[in-house]
């Protein structure tokens, strides 16, 4: 096997100013928390509005969020982009749409559709998390909240949702990992996030074992820290009594 | 928007078709094997083979498909040729099916563990009241009755798989939606073939999994 291990290529000179491999890796990571912690606030907030219609008791509203979470769920998420990326701006009005594919950089425009993309597929992941945490609740909570005299968006913001969040922290958490993994695919439209720093870095270098060995090394950390950021979230914002924290 | 080039381009589309649903078969078959066997070794009361296992499930379960792609990409035919001793030339669907097949292993474990668990401790104590191996166990008693109660959750995540495959786009395998791709590029009507891709992923995995409800429906005691 002739091969060259070489574990300080991290350190070398790329050939441009003081740049060194390493540096790529870390704009790369930064571009994708950048994606990703943007995406997840596009879900978490979409995502719980379409989780509440999914519960309210008006059939149109409830209809329209179903669709949308079975559109959203069944069409690949690759497609999902290139839509969002190569179709989605030439609907766009002229000016908006000049806007975008010529004073935007490359890398801009390639950011804001990822960001749409992954906020609104993660949103219909979201939903359902948000609609099984408001189903989980006893029914007596909605009863008790119209007997008190709340009105229904009092109920929900009041009463049901601040329970729902704290039973489904431990799926959201899930889905907040996988927004980071999910942004991976932006390096198939050009932007320069991890896996698309990592692929150039094992092009130039030709140590490919090393490269794709960080890359793993960077995204597992990056999950174990944020599951453990997670639990402590979970933990913190307990109710005593209500819900089992990692209790079996 | 004009669907017309579409009708003509159709078998070149049904040979990406094909192409997909092999992977995704191979996929799956190859998962839930590697993925029962490691199932059945987080789950023995050996330290070590659980461990493994263990390790084994958390690293894919944190790192993207599309990385395990690019790298087996690169990887599967070097480390062939470290292992062979000569240049083996592998295509970019063998490296791909290699992928997909460690990575779902890791998310197919998942469910067949939890499929295991959920079978009651009594049928273990019997079968080996019968003066069965724990092998035999494993094998006659407890995975027929685990994999029937998990065959909803293993075709659901065969659907993910099916939506999944359309990342070999990275290193240019020709499945369905690269062909879609190619096609409309050639043509000059890159979106009505995306646009169609779209609506036919969709159509499939969303029939699929109503199938699915309805077997679970069925399947439910």
């Known amino acids: 096997m002739n091969y060259n291990w070489d574990w300080g290529v991290f350190f070398r000179s790329t050939g441009i100013g003081e740049e060194t491999y390493l540096d790529w890796f870390v704009a790369g990571l930064g571009w994708t928390i950048a994606v990703a912690l943007a995406g997840w606030i596009i879900a978490l907030l979409l995502g719980t509005l379409l989780g509440i219609l999914r519960t309210v008791p008006n059939r149109w509203l409830a209809g329209i969020a179903t669709c949308y979470v ?6 690949p998420l690759l497609v999902q982009l290139f839509l969002w990326y190569f179709l989605v701006p030439d609907l766009l009005p002229e000016p908006l749409e000049l806007w975008f594919k010529q004073d935007l950089s490359p890398a801009t425009s390639a950011y804001l559709s990822v960001v749409v993309c992954l906020g609104l597929f993660t949103a219909a992941r979201v939903c359902e998390q948000v609609r099984t945490g408001i189903q989980a609740l006893p029914r007596g909570q ?30 959201l958490t899930s889905e907040f990992l996988n927004i980071f993994k999910n942004s991976s695919v932006a390096s198939l439209i050009g932007l320069m996030e991890l896996l698309a720093q990592t692929k150039q870095a094992a092009e130039f270098t030709a140590n490919l074992f090393e490269a794709f060995t960080l890359a793993t090394l960077i995204y597992f950390t ?6 453990l950021l997670m639990r402590l979230v979970e933990k913190k914002v307990a109710v005593p009594g209500l819900i089992a924290v990692g209790g079996k | 928007m004009d669907f017309s080039a579409i009708l003509p381009a159709l078998p ?5 078709m094909l192409t997909t649903l092999q992977l995704m078969l191979l996929g799956v078959l190859g998962g839930v094997l590697l993925g029962t066997l490691l199932a059945v070794m987080r789950l023995s009361h050996n330290r070590l083979l659980a461990n493994l296992a263990a390790t084994y499930v958390n690293y894919f379960r944190s790192i993207p498909l599309l990385l395990v ?11 062939l040729r470290a292992i062979t001793g000569e240049d083996t030339p592998v295509g970019a669907f063998t490296s791909c099916v290699v992928a997909f097949l460690m990575f779902e292993a890791a998310y197919f ?6 499929g295991i668990q959920s079978i009651p401790k009594g049928q273990m104590g019997a079968a080996q009241a019968l003066g069965m191996t724990h092998g035999q166990c494993m094998r006659l008693i407890i995975l027929p009755q685990a994999f029937r109660k998990m065959t909803p959750l293993l075709l659901q995540q065969s659907i993910i798989l099916f939506q999944d495959t359309s990342l ?30 779209g609506l036919v992923y969709f159509t499939v995995s969303f029939a699929a999994s109503l199938l699915v409800k309805r077997l679970q429906k069925r399947l439910a005691v």
């Not at chain 1, 079975?70 to 069409?75: K, L, M, Q, S």
């Open chain 2, 168 to 197: 070999v786009y990275a290193v240019g395998l020709m499945d369905f939606l690269n062909a879609a791709r190619s096609r409309g590029d050639i043509i000059g009507q890159p979106h009505e073939f995306l646009i169609f891709a």
């Open chain 2, 12 to 16: 070149g589309l049904w040979e990406g």
């Open chain 2, 109 to 114: 474990c998942e469910i067949v563990r939890a």
């Open chain 1, 70 to 75: 079975e559109i959203f769920r069944n069409v």
């Open chain 1, 142 to 171: 909605l009863a008790a909240g119209h007997a008190l005299g709340f009105r229904l968006p009092q109920i929900y913001k009041d009463i049901l949702l601040p329970q729902a969040f704290r039973i489904i922290i431990p799926p």
């Open chain 1, 222 to 227: 990056l999950n174990m820290g944020l599951m």
């Open chain 2, 69 to 79: 792609i690019t790298w087996f990409y690169f990887a599967v035919p070097f480390l």
